[in-house]
């Protein structure tokens, strides 16, 4: 279950096309990369973070928030010392599967390794 909901606050409901609604929930530079990598299953916050080195503790918690307020990922907490908490996808956020997929693919096809660095 989300914890508070700042992003409800911050940000209004978007009205307009089904593709304005779906990019409100996953814009932004890491929000596709998280739900990317959590595809291959359910993965800790330090495992997400090697997997994406170049994101700031503060920026993945953030995202990892956010996503958890729009449902997307599952954040569940283990009652144990030093705690432990494990992320992965809801139904909702698997069904961008297929999105996710496209967008991978379309990069192997389209992008040389130079420009995939460069970005």
Avoid at 8 to 13: F, S, Y
Avoid at 39 to 64: A, D, V, Y
Avoid at 70 to 98: C, F, K, M, N, W
Wanted: charged share 25%; glycine share 6%; aromatic share 6%.
């Amino acid at each position: 279950m989300p914890r508070g909901s700042p992003r409800a606050q911050r940000v209004p409901r978007v009205q307009g096309c089904s593709v304005e609604r779906t990019m409100s929930l996953i814009d932004g530079k890491w929000k596709i990369i998280v739900l990317y990598k959590l595809l291959r299953g359910t993965l800790r916050f330090n495992e997400l973070r090697r997997l994406i080195p170049s994101i700031t503790q503060r920026m993945l918690t953030h995202q990892l928030r956010e996503l958890e307020a729009d449902g997307l990922i599952l954040r569940t907490v283990y009652a144990q010392v030093p705690p432990r908490v494990e992320y992965s996808l809801t139904a909702r956020g698997r069904s961008l599967e297929p999105v996710l997929m496209a967008m991978k693919e379309w990069g192997d096809a389209n992008l040389s390794s130079a420009e995939a660095q460069a970005a």
